[in-house]
């Protein structure tokens, strides 16, 4: 076994632990968002709203990190993740329970969803990614596709179980069992495992490093990063492909449907999108620690464009339909994926919770606008079709941006020789 293998598997024996926990963390922020799809049409009946009013809530939930993402990696920067991830578990749990209190007033909907928007800032992907950044290296690309595989954990569990839940005991007894049997878990995993350096455990796992501080640790400073075009483009590519996956996790049931898929059977394709997800998060991340990252994240860029031709008109039929949806989801799988390393790789660990937390707000101006661009084209065109044929030109863009993004700077260097100055200052 080569010294890279071993140190591959040498980190992955010391945090394991880590990574389960911010997989069952990650997967918890997912929750509300990828169960509304199989709730539009029993809200509709209820409460005769529009798609567009039903997805405003998501909307604005998601919308509410654009702002308040930077702050949050500011706290991380200060604090750590342990001291707002414990809090943040419980008030998530909480909101998603609360959105079973619906009542029919679309400005109560929206409070409702403000709330957890809220709450779900303090559990956002920034904390998860900061932490498992922090603690790997050589690994660090597996282990961030491992976390990842949350959100696709939750496309695969969510929209069969709410089916069932919706169909069996109502939508609202079904926010309600979600909430539970997705926030303990998290919760008793965070209590146990997840530190960062900025905890007396945490760091005392990462032991063969070099002894520096947080201050020390190596990276773009936020002045370098407003000026990083690689930045620039790695934000921009993100807010592009990200537009297309928050819109097609809460219109795909509804846009197979259209396309003449039973209710039953487009709620047990999209779980087996979140199968080809997770074969993409991994396979990606297999990839990423051995290719150039850009490039990778290029071809599956194509991939969604080559998925969306297959929907179109002429060329659709039970088979593409397939092989598309699940190719959309395999792509979709690696978004988040190529951000948060890309953002590690090109920006470091120094200053890593504030710009990260600045593409966390691309991520949430994404997933605020997703759900209503796809509602808005449903509603204006009385289809999906156009969307579809918008989807193909904007993903090319998306590989474009991110082909070709350079070399990857050596931050291993800047550490070891923090490491070397903090040495020579104690002595």
């Known amino acids: 076994m080569s010294s890279i293998s071993n140190e591959r598997a040498a980190e992955w024996r010391a945090h394991w632990p880590l990574v389960l926990t911010a997989f069952v963390g990650l997967s918890l922020t997912s929750v509300a968002i990828n169960s509304t799809g199989l709730v539009i049409a029993p809200l509709e009946k209820e409460f005769g709203w529009t798609r567009t009013q039903v997805t405003a809530g998501i909307s604005l939930a998601v919308t509410l990190a654009i702002p308040l993402s930077p702050f949050v990696g500011a706290l991380i920067d200060r604090w750590g993740v342990r001291k707002l991830a414990l809090p943040g578990t419980v008030l998530a749990s909480l909101g998603i329970a609360g ?9 109560q909907w929206l409070v409702l969803w403000a709330y957890y928007g809220l709450a779900s800032l303090l559990i ?18 597996l282990a961030i596709s491992v976390i990842l595989c949350g959100t696709a ?33 998290a919760l008793v995993l965070s209590y146990f495992f997840l530190f960062d350096v900025h905890d007396a455990k945490g760091r005392a796992q990462i032991k063969d490093r070099p002894a ?17 075009f690689t930045l620039w483009r790695i934000g921009l590519a993100t807010l592009i492909m990200l537009i297309l996956s928050s819109c097609l996790v809460v219109h795909k049931v509804p846009m197979l449907t259209e396309f003449g898929v039973s209710r039953a059977n487009a709620a047990l394709l999209v779980s087996l999108t979140g199968l080809a997800g997770v074969v993409g998060k991994l396979v990606t991340g297999w ?3 051995r290719w150039d990252a850009g490039l990778v994240g290029s071809a599956t860029n194509v991939l969604a464009a080559l998925a ?7 060329l659709r039929s039970p088979v593409t339909i397939v092989l598309a949806v699940m190719a959309v989801g395999y792509a979709g799988g690696t978004k988040l994926q190529l951000c948060v390393y890309l ?11 504030k710009i990260f937390g600045v593409m966390a707000s691309v991520v949430g101006a994404a997933g605020g606008l997703g759900p209503v661009v796809g509602g808005a084209f449903y509603d204006g065109f009385g289809s999906y079709d156009a969307l579809i044929m918008a989807a193909i030109p904007a993903s090319l863009i ?10 990857y700077p050596e931050w291993s260097k800047q550490l070891e020789a923090s490491g070397k100055r903090r040495a020579v200052a104690v002595a």
């Open 287 to 289: 990839m990423m620690e």
């Open 153 to 185: 954990f939750a496309a695969i569990t969510v929209p069969p179980l709410m089916q069932w839940l919706t169909d069996n005991i109502g939508w609202r007894e079904g926010y309600l069992a979600i909430a539970v049997l997705w926030g303990v878990p």
């Open 212 to 228: 520096v501080s947080v201050a020390d640790l190596p990276g773009l400073s936020v002045a370098e990063a407003v000026r990083s």
């Open 124 to 141: 956002k992907a920034t904390i998860w990614t900061a932490a498992v950044t922090g603690a790997f290296q050589v690994a660090r690309s």
């Open 99 to 107: 959105i079973a209190l619906a009542d029919g007033s679309s400005a």
């Open 308 to 314: 969306m031709v297959l929907l179109l008109e002429p």
């Open 398 to 407: 998306s590989a474009l941006l991110i082909l070709r993004l350079g070399e």
């Open 343 to 353: 953002t590690g790789i090109y920006a470091g660990m120094r200053n890593y919770g």
